[in-house]
Nanobody, 127 residues
Framework: QAQLVESGGGRVQAGDSLRLSCAASERTFSTYAMGWFRQAPGKERDFVAAINWSGGTTDYSDSVKGRFTIARDNAKNTLYLQMDRLKPEDTAVYYC????????????????????WGQGTQVTVSS
């Protein structure tokens, strides 16, 4: 069964950095557009960042643009989210997700576009 497993979450101070990883169980994920979402307590799950299959095209929410970087290593079937200059408002459970779309430039912001989801990893940023 195809799986996505996140790791790298933790508790940090404001201004610190963290790198999240998402390991995919099957090589087919390397051909799909993928993304990161997050859900803070009491709030809906929100888009954070997306990347096309090759890593050549990326998209970010306004709240993280310039601080977070999404990347992928298809040889390792792994998606990353480098988070710098973290703020308390970045506190959330972070989820990686994968579409089933291999369009060359394709990436997506909407949850409906994503078919596979990880179990989430907690990121807590204290002030």
């Amino acid at each position: 069964q195809a799986q996505l497993v996140e790791s790298g979450g933790g508790r940090v101070q404001a201004g610190d950095s963290l790198r999240l990883s998402c390991a995919a169980s099957e090589r087919t994920f390397s051909t799909y557009a993928m993304g990161w979402f997050r859900q803070a307590p009491g709030k809906e799950r929100d888009f954070v960042a997306a990347i096309n299959w090759s890593g050549g095209t990326t998209d970010y929410s306004d709240s993280v643009k310039g601080r977070f970087t999404i990347a992928r290593d298809n040889a390792k079937n792994t998606l990353y989210l480098q988070m710098d200059r973290l703020k308390p408002e970045d506190t959330a459970v972070y989820y990686c997700a994968s579409t089933k779309d291999s369009g060359f430039w394709y990436l997506a912001r909407g949850e409906h576009a994503y078919y596979y989801w990880g179990q989430g990893t907690q990121v807590t940023v204290s002030s």
